[in-house]
């Protein structure tokens, strides 16, 4: 019935396959991380390598279209929304999730005394996309496929006194709308990720990937998959008023070499700039605090004079968010996630405090934290409110804490759907400047969207 074939020939098939399959590595492995590419053929290569991985995802998303933003379930047989204390509270929360009922991330402005909804916002998601793709065609290429409604973002959101809110798609274009959903502006010069912070002038603070590279960079990893890291100053007109990478910025401050630029893709990680607010002893007014993850660093930067003040390092691993909390104080969200040869390891979260006039650090509501069990391999932050209670999120399992100032757990909010299904959070704050809320609270009930 078959014919027999010479041993032979089924050996030079087989070594033709190795070679192919050797020469296939080589090409997804030079569009990756390599410094010479090979045009389409690399290209080409690494999208037929993504294949498998994305014929699953498509297949999770017909089953859950949500499926993408799913959290681990560690809390799913919590209830949703727990009250401990009932103490009269004048916050407001700024609650950014992924609404799994509806397959699409939502934004709520929310009263913390019953956790009811005061304004929701929902753009449309789809004239965002648009308008990102006509500003900037060349590096958003993508979006329509990579940013569709439901996987768009709205990551950590700033509401000011107006209601306008300001937010980033994760990766994406950095954008304003009014309390109507009426989009003001679209920026989509760089792709934006992770944390928006608001400096002295009213000016938003939010990191960027450069594409094509800083100076720098195409110096030394020219077109690469790299992400160049930058620092990006964006005015309330939504324009670009400053933009740095982190590479230079710690190249020319002298706090790396260019041979780590070779280390990894992503090797820095910036994900929060938080801007000093006041002159003290320590900072100036308009400086800088830069987390970078993937080296367990924070970085105390100077642009007006393009100057790296001080490099803080110490027992925080993969961290996230940086806050001034006093004249000489900062809090550091510790992660607590460190790799072994057994793969990552994550503890319980740390919420570190360091002390510029001492250089040492210590832990806050270590004993609540230790009790509760908190941990995020990824993500995560925590904001301290006036009162010494402080707001903590659980992203990478989709959980919320309010944990008062004598360290007793206050909230304990689960973002589930009607099915139980737990799904991630991206980047909540608290309102708690009373003028704010004031007026924050008359545009909501007087507005007029007609």
Known sequence: MFKKIEIWILYLVVVIFLIITFLFGSLVRQELIGSTKFGVLSKYALIISE????????????????????????????VKIKKHYSKKRNELLILSRFDGDNSKSAVEIIDLNDFSIIHKYNPDVDQIIKKAFENNKEEFFRINIDAS???????????????????????????????????NWVNS???YHHSIEVDHDGNYWTPSFFEPYSETMQKYRKRTGLLDDAITKISVEGNTLY????????????????????IDNDPFHLNDIQPALKDTDHWKKGDLFLSLRNINTVV???????????????????QHDVDIISDNKISIFNNNTRYTKNGPKTENIDILIYDFKTNTFSRSFEN????????????????????????????????????????ELVLDYVNKNRDNKVYQLNWSRIVNNNEHIKKLRYEIENKNCS
């Open 51 to 78: 294949i498998p991985v994305n014929i699953k995802k498509i297949y999770n998303l017909y089953k859950d279209p949500g499926d993408a933003m799913r959290a681990h379930d560690d809390h799913v047989n919590k």
């Open 149 to 183: 409604e439901e996987r768009f973002l709205f990551h950590h959101p700033f509401i000011d006194r107006d209601g306008n809110m300001i937010a980033n798609a994760g990766v994406g274009p950095v954008f304003k709308l009014d309390l109507c959903n009426k989009i």
């Open 189 to 191: 010069e760089e792709r």
């Open 243 to 262: 933009k740095k990478s982190i590479f230079d910025i710690l190249i020319e401050g002298k706090i790396i070499k260019y041979n780590q630029l070779y």
């Open 300 to 318: 105390l930067y100077r642009p007006s004079e393009n100057k790296v003040l001080k490099v803080i390092t110490g027992p925080f691993y993969m």
């Open 368 to 407: 609540t934290i230790n009790k509760i069990g908190i941990k995020t391999d990824a993500g995560g932050l925590s904001d301290f409110l006036n009162d010494g209670s402080i707001l903590i999120e659980e992203q990478a399992k989709g959980r919320l804490l309010l944990i008062n100032e004598n360290g």
